[in-house]
């Protein structure tokens, strides 16, 4: 590109910003009439928004990773950086064997057709999986961005692929075809490869020229064209938050745009924001402490245990069985979090058959066993003191205990609930009545499962208690 063809880029650039500014500022005269905002643009004040309401209530999402990486969808969806920048023997020797010399990553985004991309299917299928959100890749570290997007020229799905806006036609979808779930969009702030990026972190942040010109333009765009409730920010963790203003963007988001009553943010908006600042806590990728936090927390993770991305390679026993996501389902929403359950689709926009049907299989125990899981609540206890693999919620007057191995001799024993004069326990999934059970000696209950064969449920049981109270508190 010559030096006259950057600086008519650049120049195209800074007034496409200056109109995305102007429709931001548009935007909080609409939505403050004239009101003083309530959040500013500090941690202290971002910190202090309410948790809108639904995110708590919905517990599991579905995470679509999706670009060009899906093309060579091998090893990982950090293909180009492990082949390029950190030279991985592994990814050079895929080249060298299956691609011709001076094959480069740009090369790929031609093959990125997603002509079997149907986007009524995957909102029927995120519904059937019982989700309540869904997250899909709009850019990933690559750069590349699934929309057509003006701060993209030439590597987006509209220029060069698919041609065709992806997250578009995704959110018309759902929102025709599945409008309980609510539509989120991921969004790396960084790019590997991006020179302004790189140009920026050589002068030590004191240049900002690829934040002010590409990423957070871009952000403002998503924002206004799609109206995402999930803004799941990625990429930023390594770089101080002042340098990508993360804080300016989210008390616009908060205070004046098109979502600001209902988006919910993650917390990877910079250099010390991870695990502190957020609506929601991610604080590593498969974060799954084990234990009940302070703050509302998701656990993203995949049902490929190796990649987020599609990966040809991937055997059977790379994937998550049913039992396996279940049992992490239990353990995050009794613990506060939620679950956003990743999946990677192919380059041709299908669903991998394995994982569309882990999604459904997960959607099956959901029609029974829900009432355990939306808008729950941690209890007292969240897992149980004498037998291991029980976890706990609770909803009002009611405590569901999620066992995740059918008891020896059809007996569990919960040291962790106390029944009193008032208790009945039923199981979901099994509509014959009250399950006997006896108190325990010292402390605790001893409840005996059904015959399994009159039990809907297929994998992990859940038992429905009324009038218990937790061991170690008074029945008075």
Known sequence: MTCVSCLLLLLLQLILIAAAAAAAGEGTAAGGGGAASPYEPNWSSLDSRPLPAWYDDAKVGVFLVWGVYSVPSYGSEWFWKFWQADKNPKYIDFMERNFRPNFTYQDFASHFTTELFDPASWAELVAASGARYVVLTSKHHEGYTNWPSAFSPNWNSKDVGPKRDLVGDLAKAFRSKAPHVHFGLYHSMFEWFNPLYLQDRHNNYETNLFVETKTVPELY??????????????????????????????AW???SSPVKDTVVVNDRWGEGAMCHHGSFYTCQDRYNPGSLQNHKWENAMTLDKGSWGYRREATLTDYLTIHDLLTTLAQTISCGGNLLVNVGPTHDGRIPTIMEERLRQLGSWLDINGDSVYSSRPWTHQNDSLTPGVWYTSRGDRVYAMVLEWPEDDLVKLGSVVTTKHTSITMLGYGHGNLTFTPLENTGTHVTFPAMSKVASQWVWVLDMLGVIPAGHSTQ
């Open 253 to 255: 988001l908060f205070n």
């Open 221 to 250: 765009e998503l924002i206004n064209q799609y109206q995402p409730e999930v803004v799941w920010s990625d990429g930023a963790s390594v770089d101080p938050d002042w340098y990508w203003n993360s804080t300016v963007f989210l």
